[in-house]
Protein backbone atom coordinates (compact mmCIF):
# COMPACT_ATOMS: atom_id res chain seq x y z
CA UNK A 1 0.00 0.00 0.00
CA UNK A 2 1.81 3.45 -0.65
CA UNK A 3 0.57 7.23 -1.98
CA UNK A 4 3.63 8.82 -3.90
CA UNK A 5 6.57 8.69 -1.43
CA UNK A 6 4.59 6.64 1.46
CA UNK A 7 4.54 3.34 1.68
CA UNK A 8 3.11 0.13 3.84
CA UNK A 9 4.30 -3.22 3.52
CA UNK A 10 3.18 -6.27 4.30
CA UNK A 11 4.98 -9.48 4.53
CA UNK A 12 4.10 -13.38 5.89
CA UNK A 13 7.54 -13.75 7.54
CA UNK A 14 9.50 -11.06 9.16
CA UNK A 15 12.68 -12.40 6.59
CA UNK A 16 10.18 -11.11 4.38
CA UNK A 17 10.49 -7.76 4.82
CA UNK A 18 14.27 -7.60 5.04
CA UNK A 19 14.39 -8.83 1.88
CA UNK A 20 11.56 -6.69 0.55
CA UNK A 21 12.90 -3.24 2.19
CA UNK A 22 16.03 -4.54 0.48
CA UNK A 23 14.77 -4.40 -2.55
CA UNK A 24 12.91 -0.79 -2.10
CA UNK A 25 16.69 0.53 -0.83
CA UNK A 26 17.90 -0.50 -3.97
CA UNK A 27 15.51 0.66 -6.70
CA UNK A 28 14.97 3.89 -4.47
CA UNK A 29 18.75 4.68 -5.05
CA UNK A 30 18.26 4.17 -8.76
CA UNK A 31 16.21 7.13 -9.27
CA UNK A 32 18.58 9.01 -6.75
CA UNK A 33 16.52 8.52 -3.88
CA UNK A 34 17.09 7.73 -0.24
CA UNK A 35 14.64 5.59 2.67
CA UNK A 36 14.33 8.04 5.39
CA UNK A 37 14.82 5.65 8.78
CA UNK A 38 13.53 8.46 10.79
CA UNK A 39 10.43 8.36 9.45
CA UNK A 40 10.26 4.36 9.43
CA UNK A 41 9.69 1.31 11.64
CA UNK A 42 8.86 -2.24 10.85
CA UNK A 43 6.26 -4.04 13.05
CA UNK A 44 5.56 -8.01 12.96
CA UNK A 45 2.40 -8.49 13.90
CA UNK A 46 1.92 -13.02 13.78
CA UNK A 47 5.06 -13.12 16.38
CA UNK A 48 5.44 -10.21 19.20
CA UNK A 49 8.39 -11.70 20.27
CA UNK A 50 9.83 -10.72 16.70
CA UNK A 51 9.18 -6.77 17.67
CA UNK A 52 12.24 -7.35 20.61
CA UNK A 53 14.78 -9.25 18.60
CA UNK A 54 17.97 -8.48 16.52
CA UNK A 55 16.82 -6.12 13.63
CA UNK A 56 19.23 -7.07 10.84
CA UNK A 57 17.49 -4.05 8.72
CA UNK A 58 18.62 -0.04 10.12
CA UNK A 59 14.77 0.72 10.11
CA UNK A 60 13.89 0.70 13.45
CA UNK A 61 11.45 -1.49 15.44
CA UNK A 62 7.93 -0.86 17.16
CA UNK A 63 6.41 -2.63 19.30
CA UNK A 64 2.81 -3.80 19.87
CA UNK A 65 2.35 -1.35 22.18
CA UNK A 66 3.68 1.52 20.26
CA UNK A 67 1.45 3.35 17.41
CA UNK A 68 2.77 5.12 14.33
CA UNK A 69 1.22 7.45 11.97
CA UNK A 70 0.57 6.90 7.88
CA UNK A 71 -0.80 9.64 6.04
CA UNK A 72 -1.24 11.20 9.30
CA UNK A 73 -3.53 8.21 10.84
CA UNK A 74 -2.96 6.73 13.45
CA UNK A 75 -2.58 3.23 13.26
CA UNK A 76 -1.10 -0.22 16.13
CA UNK A 77 -2.40 -2.32 17.96
CA UNK A 78 -3.93 -0.98 20.94
CA UNK A 79 -5.65 2.24 19.45
CA UNK A 80 -8.85 3.10 20.86
CA UNK A 81 -11.02 3.50 17.50
CA UNK A 82 -14.35 4.10 19.28
CA UNK A 83 -13.76 7.68 19.38
CA UNK A 84 -12.00 7.96 15.94
CA UNK A 85 -14.78 9.77 14.42
CA UNK A 86 -14.84 12.29 16.94
CA UNK A 87 -11.23 12.83 15.90
CA UNK A 88 -11.77 13.41 12.80
CA UNK A 89 -14.13 15.77 12.46
CA UNK A 90 -12.85 18.10 15.46
CA UNK A 91 -9.51 18.35 12.95
CA UNK A 92 -11.84 19.14 9.99
CA UNK A 93 -13.65 21.83 12.45
CA UNK A 94 -9.97 22.98 13.21
CA UNK A 95 -8.79 23.43 9.67
CA UNK A 96 -12.13 24.73 8.66
CA UNK A 97 -11.97 27.50 11.02
CA UNK A 98 -8.27 28.25 10.31
CA UNK A 99 -9.27 28.20 6.83
CA UNK A 100 -12.03 31.04 7.03
CA UNK A 101 -10.46 32.41 9.63
CA UNK A 102 -7.28 33.62 6.96
CA UNK A 103 -6.93 36.60 5.13
CA UNK A 104 -7.56 35.15 1.67
CA UNK A 105 -10.23 35.64 -0.38
CA UNK A 106 -12.88 33.93 -0.51
CA UNK A 107 -12.27 32.37 -4.06
CA UNK A 108 -8.63 31.29 -2.37
CA UNK A 109 -10.71 29.71 0.55
Not at 14 to 39: Q, S, W, Y
Not at 56 to 79: A, D, F, W
Amino acid sequence: MYYVDDLVIYTKKAGDLDIALADIEKHAADFGCKLNTRKSARFHIGQPEANDGENTSNVPTITLRETYKYLGIEKGQTIDHSGMWEKVEEAILDKTVLIFSSHLTFRQK
